[in-house]
């Protein structure tokens, strides 16, 4: 299976700050994602990170907000802008594998992020 | 509509025996994929196993087997034997557009010693 590493782990922040979640990948892949996972919630996919070019976010979500970097194909970051306590969530990133004629998502261990 | 229903919010189950979480879906597609995961209260995501549209074997993994009733638009996940250790939340979700993944609201399963 997949090995997928996220940094940090968990943090508290201020309200008004910005928060960047690094993603580390143990193989090269084509496509990685983000997800928010609000508290009791299920998952919602934030946006597609594609290596070489611009995320593709989904709707709701917005560059300003969630801006996205995929320098190479094992690293991406997801930066939540001028948070407010409604960001406080389990932010995801999960990669995409092609294993044999499976293709699957594995994900990292998620960011818990608490805004105050 | 592309959709994933979970209808079970919470399932209680004794140490070592099997339990069943149920999984419906929606889609037009002929191609899909269909799958579960575990949350433990830690937050990660650990996939447990995968079924596509054309297989006609249902999935097993170790303790874990899907099973796929293709014309009821099901995909239960069994554990069989359960452990302490599988307490958790599962999600089951669908791959839809060859790589956007849709996930039900979740089951949460308490293993009972």
């Known amino acids: 299976s997949a090995v997928i590493s996220q940094k940090p782990s968990r943090d508290i922040c201020q309200r008004g700050t910005s928060l960047t979640i690094q993603c580390q990948v143990d193989s090269q892949v084509t496509m990685m994602f983000w997800y928010r996972q609000q508290p009791g919630q299920s998952l919602t996919l934030i946006a597609t990170?594609?290596?070489?070019?611009?995320?593709?976010?989904e709707s709701g979500f917005v560059i300003d907000k969630f801006p996205i970097s995929r320098p190479n194909l094992t690293f991406s970051t997801l930066t939540v802008s001028n948070m407010s306590p409604e960001d406080s969530s389990i932010y995801l990133c999960?990669?995409?594998?092609?294993?044999?004629?499976?293709?699957?998502?594995?994900f990292g261990p998620g960011t818990r992020l608490t805004v105050l | 509509a592309q959709k994933i229903t979970q209808t079970q919010p919470g399932m209680f189950v004794q140490e070592k025996e099997a339990v069943t979480l149920d999984c419906t879906y929606d889609t037009s597609d002929q191609s899909y994929g269909l799958f579960w995961y575990k949350q433990p209260s830690s937050g990660e995501m650990i996939f447990l196993i995968y079924q596509g549209s054309y297989d006609e074997q249902n999935a097993t993994e170790g303790r874990y087997s899907l099973n796929f009733q293709k014309a009821r638009k099901s995909a239960n996940l069994v554990i069989s034997a359960s452990q302490l250790g599988d307490s958790a939340m599962y999600f089951c979700a669908m791959r839809v557009q060859t790589y956007k993944y849709i996930f039900g609201t979740g089951t949460r399963l308490k293993v009972l010693a």
């Open positions: 990170a594609n290596q070489g070019s611009e995320a593709t976010y």
């Open positions: 999960s990669a995409r594998y092609r294993v044999g004629f499976e293709d699957t998502q594995y």
